[in-house]
């Protein structure tokens, strides 16, 4: 897919996720007065490549960095280029920080614009790594071959971090999750989500989607769907949820 960019904070952003990412950034200076400020945006293999060999070798500076080819920073990644990396204009960490007001009100609130924390659940944990959910075609895409499942469309929600979630919420339907089959993850879709983990995956705990409910979900990945790997969310577990997704709906 050949993606469209524009550029903020001088960092290359899909400019679908630019747009998203704007509104978010508004709702944020207008509860706290600070600018929200993309760090890191689409990178190029050889950025990337470069950023992990930092990682792997523990040189001074370098974050967690997936390999290349993995990382959704890359325009070549698993979901394509969704993810940013952000701080704030703030004079302490803020947003850079877990736990910290600034941090937790980002994670509590991007979603509604369409963003997941993803890097909240990464092993070690990065507060500023943030992934865009919605559709990065500039317009809803058609069904693909088969009648699968489509794109979410620009701004609507799933808080997996995969690009859809029809599948999933045909799980949820049939375990109680009054959903319609619309790629918007909604009360009902994650009450019937759980409800599917409660009962098949040994999950104890509410509808909201964190590292307990992850953890389950990895168990089911693993038992179903080939998924070899820990329970925080990564790329690879990412890649095993969406096959899982795609496969319920060509199933159900």
Known sequence: MAYTYTTINGERVQTNVAKAFEQLRAAFKKQFGLNLIVSSGTRTREEQARLYDGWINR????????????????????????????????????????????????ARNAPAYGFTPAGHFFNPREAWHYEYTGSLDSAPAPAPAGGGSTATPAGEYNPFGIAFCAGLQKIARLYGGNTAIDQKWGAQSAKGFAQFLRQNWGYK????????????????????????????????MRAALQRAETANYHAL
Do not use: K
């Open 59 to 106: 040189r001074p500076g370098f974050n967690l960095a997936a390999p290349p080819g993995q990382s959704n920073h890359e325009e070549s990644g698993p979901s394509g280029p969704r993810a940013l990396d952000l701080r704030d204009s703030g004079r302490d960490d803020g947003v850079t920080v877990i736990g910290t007001v600034r941090s937790n009100w980002l």
């Open 205 to 236: 705990g509410n509808d909201v989607l964190g590292p307990v409910m992850w953890a389950a979900i990895a168990r089911w990945l693993r038992a179903r769907w080939g998924y070899q790997g820990n329970d925080v969310p990564g790329p690879v």
